[in-house]
């Protein structure tokens, strides 16, 4: 399985993005538009996963999330990758409480190590993608078109395991979902499979 961890937005998240991004696709049409439905902001990579880990993987990763306290982002403006020269991704940014973001992320990294995540020296800018170009090119205008960006705030309560399958109409499924805090307040639920 291909596996990575991530939070997924919630509708008005999801509807505060596509209305900022709504003059791009007539703008640049010939720039693949993500769906909706495929955003996500990534924690951490994890690769191929055997089946036979997927357990083991699942209660560490869960432990993580329960040691997390639920905390607020919002979406935040644009930004592109590479950050100069011709540009191959648009993205929305993410602001809020990215201190307590890095953290779930470098702590669900640590935790995971065991399965050899690869790419994970680069540094973590936690972004959901809305476009990509190939081959790359000047998004400037595009950007100038969009003006400012969305601002929406964007309350974390839980983190996924989603299943990466190229090529197939449904591209993500989530394999577990746990809720944060789970362990410091035993009102909430830890785990659910949606599998």
Same mark, same amino acid.
């Given at each position: 399985m291909r596996l990575f961890v991530a939070l997924s937005p919630p509708a008005d998240v999801v509807d505060a993005v596509l209305a900022a991004r709504a003059p791009g696709p007539r703008h640049t049409s010939d720039l693949r538009w993500t769906h909706p439905s495929d955003w996500h902001l990534t924690l951490v990579f994890l690769g191929e996963v055997p089946d036979g880990s997927l357990p083991a993987l699942a209660d560490v990763l869960?432990? $993580?999330a329960g040691d997390h306290a639920p905390f607020d982002l919002t979406v935040d403006g644009w930004g592109v990758f590479p950050r100069s020269g011709p540009s191959a991704v648009l993205w929305s940014g993410i602001g809020g409480d990215t201190e307590a973001l890095a953290s779930l992320a470098a702590d669900l990294r640590a935790a995971a190590v065991f399965t050899g995540p690869p790419g994970q020296d680069r #540094?973590? $800018? #936690?972004?959901l993608t809305v476009a990509r170009s190939r081959p790359p090119r000047?998004?400037?205008d595009l950007r100038s078109v969009l003006g400012r960006g969305p601002r929406h705030p964007w309350p974390v309560r839980e983190v996924r395991l989603i299943e990466s399958r190229p090529g197939r109409e449904d591209r993500y499924r989530t394999a577990r979902t746990w809720a944060l805090g789970w362990k410091t307040d035993p009102g909430i639920s830890p785990e659910r499979s949606t599998a």
């Open positions: 869960g432990a $993580v #540094p973590y $800018v #936690p972004h000047d998004l400037t």
